[in-house]
């Protein structure tokens, strides 16, 4: 008898997979030593599930390509180390040979006078925007450090809100329940796939999306044969080395929605994709006309995958977040605290988990003929993850996290536009990236022609 590991199932029923006895969750195995701890939270668990059914979904999207049964999927094997190399890419990255620096100096936790808060202040504007918000003389950590602790933590949170930065009170209970995805069909059926090389061959994906949960998930869609084009405006600048680890499998170019001209490229782009993925704030997109369902109104049969912070509904809907600062107001950080200080999670799994999960469900949904709007958010994931995520049972349990874990066997080289790259390799059993990524921004606006 196969023992179903429940976090898969649990993933895969919520992006609508069919299960059963015998069902797809059975045929996904994992081997090997985790190296994500054994804390609080079952953390180890949520990244192989995550893993698990981005694997699943595409070995049924090329099934179904290749005119067998969705159901008929052959076994995968998901090694647990790969997992855990490829949840802290990030920090693995080495480019020519540099550390690059994943939490700036304003980011981080600080105590207030009831309490701790949160801050993320990676880019310039946002740092800019806390150090106004709070009156400091300089960008200095000693600056924010005295003028937070002369603040409540609820203070210092809305203060740098409608300043336009990010702090979050950190919360000592998790928080509201969220669903892990919404999927809604549109009732379109999109283009009709026939064999591929590769899962996703020849798909094309529009990626609006930025840091780390969206571009993990367009990213795995480049590994598996998409034609991914990431679109930035072009004044909000990505962080270099935040794309070297994340720009893998795609291209990247710039335009601005708001100029006549390019909003003409985009809409021709537009015209030409398959799936957009976005990570932008609830709202954000509806201004220029590019929310789900206005895209599914023009093209029913797109899939839409949209991705943000808080969730859907909702007070905090409409702010900016990250990992790190769901961490804090879902209870994360204080579970994994050490005497009365905040702590972290092993991984920015919120980010890393809900990227596969993206991966996953646009897989899923160009394996039932397209047409679907779907919503992840990072909450939803932090969600799952306190409530219903559950600890591998002893029948099903691979060696404990860290014993005989490496990362080595995990991490390649390669060049690219940025020189040589140290990266960690795809966890899915579908091979590795054929090239290393070019410069943010500098790739044309244009699909590659579908492949004949």
């Given at each position: 008898m196969t023992?179903?590991?429940?976090?898969?199932?649990?993933?895969?029923?919520?992006?609508?997979?069919?299960?059963?006895?015998?069902?797809?969750?059975?045929?996904?195995?994992?081997?090997?030593?985790?190296?994500?701890?054994?804390?609080?939270?079952?953390?180890?668990?949520?990244?192989r599930a995550t893993v698990g059914v981005c694997a699943l979904a595409a070995a049924e999207l090329a099934a179904v390509r290749a005119g067998r049964p969705a159901e008929a999927v052959e076994p995968l094997v998901v090694d647990e180390g790969a997992v855990a190399t490829a949840f802290v890419s990030e920090r693995h990255l080495r480019v020519q040979g540099r550390e690059p620096v994943n939490f700036a100096p304003?980011?981080?936790?600080?105590?207030?006078?009831?309490?701790?808060?949160?801050?993320?202040?990676?880019?310039?504007?946002?740092?800019?925007?806390?150090?106004?918000?709070?009156?400091?003389?300089?960008?200095?950590?000693?600056?924010?450090?005295?003028?937070?602790?002369?603040r409540t933590a609820a203070e210092v949170q809305e203060a740098v809100y409608a300043g336009g930065g990010l702090a979050v009170a950190v919360a000592q209970a998790y928080g509201d329940p969220q669903p892990l995805v919404e999927v809604r069909a549109s009732g379109g059926a999109g283009r009709e796939l026939g064999p591929g090389a590769l899962p996703a061959a020849g798909v094309r994906v529009l990626d609006l999306t930025r840091v780390i949960a969206g571009p993990v998930a367009t990213?795995?869609?480049?590994?598996?044969?998409?034609?991914?084009?990431?679109?930035?405006?072009?004044?909000?600048?990505?962080?270099?080395?935040?794309?070297?680890?994340?720009?893998?499998?795609?291209?990247?170019a710039l335009l601005d929605l708001a100029d006549p001209a390019d909003r003409a490229v985009f809409e021709r782009l537009l015209a030409g994709a398959?799936?957009?993925?976005?990570?932008?704030?609830?709202?954000?997109l509806e201004r220029y006309g590019l929310g789900a369902d206005e895209l599914l109104e023009r093209r029913p049969g797109l899939v839409v995958a949209q991705l943000?912070?808080?969730?859907?509904?909702?007070?905090?809907?409409?702010?900016?977040?990250?990992?790190?600062?769901?961490?804090?107001?879902?209870?994360?950080?204080?579970?994994?605290?050490?005497?009365?200080?905040?702590?972290?999670?092993?991984?920015?799994?919120?980010?890393?988990?809900?990227?596969?999960?993206?991966?996953?469900?646009?897989?899923r949904a160009l394996a039932?003929?397209?047409?679907?709007?779907?919503?992840?958010?990072?909450?939803?994931?932090a969600s799952w993850l306190v409530r219903d995520v559950p600890r591998a049972g002893p029948a099903a349990a691979p060696p404990p996290a860290g014993a005989g874990y490496a990362a080595a066997p995990w991490l390649r080289e390669t060049d690219s536009g940025y020189g040589a790259l140290r990266y960690a390799a795809s966890p899915l059993p579908f091979g590795d990236w054929r090239r290393g990524p070019s410069r943010w921004g500098t790739d044309r606006a244009q699909w590659l022609p579908h492949p004949r």
């Open positions: 023992v179903v590991d429940g976090g898969t199932r649990q993933a895969w029923g919520a992006l609508g997979g069919p299960d059963g006895p015998d069902g797809p969750p059975g045929r996904v195995a994992y081997r090997g030593a985790s190296g994500l701890g054994e804390g609080p939270l079952p953390v180890r668990e949520l990244a304003l980011s981080g936790f600080w105590r207030a006078a009831d309490g701790w808060v949160r801050t993320h202040a990676n880019y310039p504007h946002h740092r800019a925007a806390l150090v106004r918000a709070l009156g400091l003389r300089s960008a200095s950590p000693a600056e924010l450090r005295d003028a937070v602790a002369r990213r795995t869609l480049g590994l598996l044969g998409a034609d991914v084009l990431r679109i930035d405006p072009p004044r909000l600048p990505e962080s270099d080395d935040a794309y070297a680890d994340t720009g893998f499998g795609k291209r990247s398959d799936v957009v993925v976005s990570g932008y704030r609830p709202g954000a943000c912070a808080w969730g859907w509904s909702g007070p905090w809907a409409p702010r900016r977040g990250f990992d790190s600062l769901v961490q804090a107001r879902y209870g994360l950080a204080a579970a994994y605290g050490d005497g009365g200080v905040p702590g972290v999670l092993p991984a920015q799994a919120l980010d890393h988990g809900t990227g596969y999960l993206v991966a996953a469900g646009v897989l039932c003929g397209g047409g679907r709007s779907l919503r992840f958010s990072l909450a939803g994931t």
